[in-house]
Nanobody
Framework: QVQLVESGGGLVQAGGSLRLSCAVS????????MGWFRQAPGKEREFVAA???????YYGDSLKGRFLISRDNGKSTVFLQMSSLKPEDTAVYYC???????????????????????WGQGTQVTVSS
């Protein structure tokens, strides 16, 4: 069974940066589509970014340009580099895996949380004003 462990969250001032990591164990990471979602208290879980096995990338509205998703297949890890952080970015950030292969090339597919097979425990990101 695939397992995902997020790390790298913390407290940062507005305008700062953080890099989140998601280490994946089990299965063949290099074939997986990977996604990042976030959820703030009282709000719906929101799509942040996704990357396919061929490194096509997709981003949630208003996040492209500030957030960058990448992967290191040798480390079985997906990253989320977050820059110019805003207080509204405060949330628990989750990574998720889609083991469907070949991965979908439809951006809309990765925005739906139900299309992912497994989730990490989440890492808290807090952006202070």
């Amino acid at each position: 069974q695939v397992q995902l462990v997020e790390s790298g969250g913390g407290l940062v001032q507005a305008g700062g940066s953080l890099r989140l990591s998601c280490a994946v164990s089990g299965g063949t990471f290099s074939t997986y589509g990977m996604g990042w979602f976030r959820q703030a208290p009282g709000k719906e879980r929101e799509f942040v970014a996704a990357i396919t096995w061929r490194r096509s990338t997709y981003y949630g509205d208003s996040l492209k340009g500030r957030f960058l998703i990448s992967r290191d297949n040798g480390k079985s890890t997906v990253f989320l580099q977050m820059s110019s952080l805003k207080p509204e970015d405060t949330a628990v950030y989750y990574c998720a895996v889609d083991r469907t292969f070949p991965n979908s090339d439809m951006e809309s597919y990765y925005k739906l949380s139900n299309n992912y097979d497994a989730w990490g425990q989440g890492t808290q990101v807090t952006v202070s004003s």
